[in-house]
């Protein structure tokens, strides 16, 4: 297992280091792929990516609206099994709590 982490706020490294599509990155696909890139980028079997918007300038992107403050979280789990929803639960519950 490996470990480290990346702190990405720019657009432009999102897009190149973690593999996010163009187009908005505060929405569910953007911090999916954000996690999923990380944890195979640092060889993690478990990675958390987290999104938002806090500036009112950027509460408008590519047509979507958000709220100032918004935030999502997703965290993803690289294992050889498929887990079910609640293996999922108390997995984001170890790796938040």
Partial sequence: MG?????AYS??????L???RDGPVVCEESVRVMARSA????????????SGEGEPETIVSAS????IG???LHA????????????????????IG
Wanted: glycine fraction near 8%; avoid cysteine; hydrophobic fraction near 50%.
């Fill in 39 to 50: 944890a195979t980028l640092m060889d993690a079997t478990l990675a958390i990516s987290v």
């Fill in 76 to 95: 993803t789990a690289i294992t050889t099994h498929e887990l079910n929803p609640a293996d999922r639960r108390k997995l984001i519950g170890v790796a």
């Fill in 3 to 7: 470990g480290g982490g990346v702190v």
């Fill in 18 to 20: 973690l593999h996010v």
């Fill in 64 to 67: 979507v609206e958000h709220a």
């Fill in 70 to 72: 918004v935030l999502l």
């Fill in 11 to 16: 657009r432009a490294v999102k897009r190149s």
